[in-house]
């Protein structure tokens, strides 16, 4: 099997932004207040921040649980992992995620300031300074057959787009402009050159799914 | 993990029906033309049917590759299993699938006339005469934990969901009349007292999917 590049349950504002300005260790998403782009996932049965049984099993709980089928490793920008900017001052920080992060897998941390690797419950995370072609080969091969995830921010996918290394992107767009920040696009029309898409408004969470794959 | 009873790709007419009647060895789906049923899932990457690479990988696909994620057996009525009916004359049937079932887990099929097991590549096939219930119970065990597909005809989900044994069903319905045949449902709504309903129109499949779970 062909292991593909996939991004999903990629929340951006309908202005196109993942995150806005001044991240912080309080505010991940910097200015931008992110609850109208998680809220739809939140009340899925397979959604990320589930804690209790229950939650839907429609069509949003189909996206949210695609998350995590046949994915082997994920990759993503150092500002997903955390808030901090150049130069690691101790290597305190361990991601936002807790004792048990969410992935399980590797996960490969783009940065320009490598350090050890760190393995919490199942999950490892690894810190590249590398391409995001050379990431890719270094991931595609931990992910063993599987599938890579690129996890984000919206720079980060950027550059996949950009180096044309993605083959699938699920986009969850929600009814709120944050007007600056990390952009993903400024219309998803941008990648229909190289991609089809289909848009479909969700039938309770308020966002439009929008579904790309290659041509 | 709770252990769901799932049906996926189940497809169906306007007006309800899974199959026609006189089913026989040429005409699976008996009078009844089944292409419209099936046109959608075809057109798919992960579409039961597809033997070469490519396919959509939007909506419908996210639809198709439910089909098999996280499935630890399946349940089928006997005429899904064969055309034939009564006692078997010999055991020289073994299903439509070939060398190399689709199923690859165990499949209990429904028939008052038992026969030993089958297996062919990762598929075994068990014949059982036992109540839905008792069915259930010995499909839940052989999953090992993972979900059971109840994988029709319509008449086998219509005794499943009279015993209240299914959680979740995904229903693809199609623009075409059977007039008779085998039924599922007059209309779903005769569902919406026990599940959620969700219609979602396939972008470009024909059908419109209805995703339906426990309330």
Known sequence: MT?????????ISSDGY???INQSLDRPFGDADPSALFAWSGATAHGPTRTEPGGSRGFDDYCTREWHRNI???IMGRNKFGPQRGPWENYDW???WGDEPVFHTPVFVLTHHVRPSITLGETTFHFLDASPKEALARALEAADGKDVRIGG?????????????????HVAVAPVEFGQGERLWETP???????????????TGGVVHHFLWRR
């Not at 292991?3 to 929340?11: A, C, I, P, W």
């Not at 029309?189 to 039938?203: A, G, M, V």
């Open 3 to 11: 292991q593909l590049v996939r991004v999903h349950n990629f929340n």
């Open 72 to 74: 082997g490793a994920e």
């Open 189 to 203: 029309e941008e990648l229909t050159d190289r991609f089809h898409l289909e848009q479909i408004p969700s039938p």
């Open 18 to 20: 993942g995150a806005g």
């Open 153 to 169: 921010g919206a720079i980060t996918i950027r550059e996949f787009l950009d180096a044309d290394l993605i083959d699938t992107l």
């Open 94 to 96: 361990q991601g936002w």
